[in-house]
């Protein structure tokens, strides 16, 4: 058993886990990701939708979405998919698909020993570490507080 960062419970140590947990720490220490605004392991039904949520949601957790603050509403900075070590197209387009509810700018595939980041308009990959600072500037929010 491993505890989580974010959610502050204890949680099975697989090594998908282990990937999610040392990126979170990151992002955290690192890269500077307000705790508060990171959410781990949540349903697509249950986080803040920016998209037209009329179709069917489909039932599937989401790995990390880290939120900015617009104003007093939280927006999706970005969505990230970890693996034990598939950095695949399949993956890809499962992060993809997840995106196309959530809406974020930008989204991320991780694995043990390698992420990605991704501009998720241009599909192209962000260069440098994804500081929180860094992607809130250069994303449709930047005006924003948080």
Request: glycine content about 4%.
């Amino acid at each position: 058993m491993t505890v989580c960062a974010i959610r502050k419970i204890q949680v099975k140590a697989t090594p998908e886990e282990h990937v999610r947990q040392k990126f979170l720490q990151q992002m955290i220490g690192e890269w500077g990701y307000p705790p508060s605004l990171i959410m781990v392991e949540k349903a697509l039904s249950e986080l803040p939708l920016q998209n037209d949520t009329s179709k069917k949601i489909p039932q599937r957790r989401m790995d990390i979405v880290a939120y900015t603050k617009t104003g007093e509403s939280l927006r999706p900075l970005l969505l990230i998919e970890c693996k034990e070590k598939d950095n695949s197209k399949k993956a890809l387009r499962q992060l993809l698909g997840y995106n196309y509810f959530i809406q974020a700018p930008f989204v991320a595939l991780v694995t043990a020993t390698h992420y990605t980041v991704i501009d998720a308009m241009t599909s192209r990959a962000i260069d440098g570490k994804p500081f929180y600072s860094s992607l809130r500037n250069i994303s449709p929010f930047s005006t924003s507080t948080g």
